[in-house]
T-cell receptor, first 112, second 115 residues
Framework: GESVGLHLPTLSVQEGDNSIINCAYS??????FIWYKQESGKGPQFIID?????DKRQGQRVTVLLNKTVKHLSLQIAATQPGDSAVYFC???????????FGGGTRVLVKP | EAEVAQSPRYKITEKSQAVAFWCDPI?????LYWYRQILGQGPELLVQ????????DSQLPKDRFSAERLKGVDSTLKIQPAELGDSAMYLC?????????????FGPGTRLLVL
């Protein structure tokens, strides 16, 4: 069936460096994508979203890139900080407005 | 900042017992979602409410799970009887409008352990 997945389960990053988290999706009809951050013991926290009519969107220290040709989504975190240590999930919504489908998550560990 | 409230935060129960989780969405949010999250995986939708009506419960195991939102505000998710495989985090989320493309805000979750 359709699925959303991540390439790397764990990403170790030096404090101050940039982080890149990748996500592959298989439903070419999906037209809305979201990145969530989940800290230990907490619920997912919305970071940034992007619609399929865009290929890039920027927020505060975060950028999401969407490549529809290869069905790839990435989250870039600039100047990674210890507070960025968490599990990051990508999620997609199909064009028919069906349910939010989450990928399996990537753990980001920030080393001081 | 308004938040989604959930209780209890942790629940330990024995199999075959009944458990119930409560969620209070962000004030004014008409849409409420219950998700189940197994450790190391992304959340999976169990049920979606629009006001007091269920709009999607296709993934809810109806033989043992039930959910209600009687007055269209807070909601309760019940499991009876609980099974070992039900051990997971149960997350509640709410959004302002009906479509999944509206930002969903999550509560802190209830972690359930079934012994």
């Amino acid at each position: 069936g359709e699925s959303v997945g991540l390439h790397l389960p764990t990403l170790s990053v030096q404090e101050g460096d940039n982080s890149i988290i990748n996500c592959a999706y298989s439903n070419s009809a999906s037209d809305y994508f979201i990145w969530y951050k989940q800290e230990s013991g907490k619920g997912p926290q919305f970071i940034i979203d992007i619609r399929s009519n865009m290929d890039k969107r920027q927020g505060q220290r975060v950028t999401v890139l969407l490549n529809k040709t290869v069905k790839h989504l990435s989250l870039q975190i600039a100047a990674t900080q210890p507070g960025d240590s968490a599990v990051y999930f990508c999620a997609e919504v199909g064009a028919a407005g069906n349910k939010l489908t989450f990928g399996g998550g990537t753990r980001v560990l920030v080393k001081p | 900042e308004a938040e989604v409230a959930q209780s209890p935060r942790y629940k330990i129960t024995e199999k075959s017992q009944a458990v119930a989780f409560w969620c209070d969405p962000i004030s004014g949010h008409a849409t409420l979602y219950w998700y189940r999250q197994i450790l190391g995986q992304g959340p999976e939708l169990l049920v979606q409410f629009q006001d007091e009506s269920v709009v999607d419960d296709s993934q809810l195991p109806k033989d043992r799970f039930s959910a209600e939102r009687l007055k269209g505000v807070d909601s309760t998710l019940k499991i009876q009887p609980a099974e070992l495989g039900d051990s997971a985090m149960y997350l509640c989320a709410s959004s302002d409008r009906r479509t999944y493309q509206e930002t969903q805000y999550f509560g802190p979750g209830t972690r359930l352990l079934v012994l």
